[in-house]
């Protein structure tokens, strides 16, 4: 009970402080209307994203269309909101991977020290060498263009930022006291690491989490937009900028929609995320 209390009261704490940063705030909205679009997408959306009509192809924004129309007609509002609930699936699911294996490796690593933290160190050092993207293109090109190696190439690609994160979180709690007092009773390494240390880590790592969300966002749309994304004609973000690139000209919103919608939801997750890393360690700002 008196542990549910200290919780309940921390989260209010937190709550507090992040409702004091307007910026953090206006993230949420955006990261709550976002996750709203996206699952809720296929129920809003006002026409079917894969209907073509090329009567009405380039049509600009009216009140039939409000978002406008792209070269085959299709209507940009459906496709958005259904674009969303993709790029949300995508981001889910690359972040739970390299949070479930950064984690992993990361805490094993700092707990437990000597050749396990230089072996998974290095091996995180070789993958950081190659800039993100790099890594995530030459691991799609592999494996081939799909929602699924999209996946696990991002998944992949941020393992190294979990690990180093977590790393540094467990080597910081696992010298206080109640560590080695748990250590003293004859606890073991898996128990002590699961039960002490890893709880008082996680701030960090929320932190970590929401801030790659965006990055994950951001790699995804960049290989859909150099082709090796989600395919046509399914409506990722990413992929619909790369298909109306070539009519910048001709009907510049077909291009310029989805990459504003890529840049607010984006700064939504920063914006969050700093908000967030301010609530839950306030010793940061000074």
């Keep these: 009970m008196n542990s549910q209390r200290r919780t309940q009261t921390h989260a209010a704490l937190v709550w507090r402080r992040l409702r004091r940063s307007k910026t953090a705030v206006v993230g949420l909205i955006i990261v709550a209307v976002y996750l709203f679009l996206a699952v809720c997408g296929p129920w809003l959306a006002p026409y079917d994203p ?23 007609g299709r209507d940009i509002l459906s496709r958005l909101l259904y674009g ?10 690359a972040v739970m991977i390299s949070l479930a294996v950064g984690t992993f490796l990361g805490s094993a690593s700092g ?8 072996i998974v160190m290095r091996l995180m050092d070789v993958m950081m060498a190659f800039p993100g993207i790099l890594l995530a293109l030459a691991i799609v090109a592999i494996l081939g263009p799909s929602l699924t190696n999209l996946i696990v190439a991002i998944g992949i690609n941020s393992v190294p930022g979990f690990s180093r994160v977590s790393r540094g979180a467990v080597i910081s709690v ?3 006291d109640y560590v080695t007092a748990a250590r003293a009773i004859g606890e073991s390494d898996l128990s002590i690491l699961f039960r002490y240390v890893l709880p008082n880590a996680i701030s960090p790592i929320i932190v970590q989490t929401t801030m790659r969300m965006a990055t994950v966002l951001l790699t995804a749309a960049g290989l859909g937009f150099l082709g090796l994304g989600v395919q046509p004609p399914s409506p990722e973000w990413g992929t619909m900028l790369s298909a109306a690139r070539v009519y910048l000209r001709s009907a510049p919103h077909v291009a310029i929609i989805p990459g ?10 920063n914006f ?3 908000g967030l890393q301010d609530a839950l360690n306030p010793r940061l700002k000074e």
């Design 50 to 72: 894969y209907f073509q009509d090329l009567n009405i192809s380039y049509l600009r924004p009216c009140m039939a269309h409000w978002l406008g129309c792209d070269e085959f």
């Design 84 to 93: 969303a609930r993709v790029s949300l699936v995508i981001q889910f699911w």
């Design 111 to 118: 707990y437990f020290g000597g050749k396990v933290d230089e």
């Design 174 to 176: 696992k010298k206080n």
């Design 260 to 269: 504003v919608t890529i840049m607010i939801v984006v700064l939504g997750f």
């Design 272 to 274: 969050f995320g700093d």
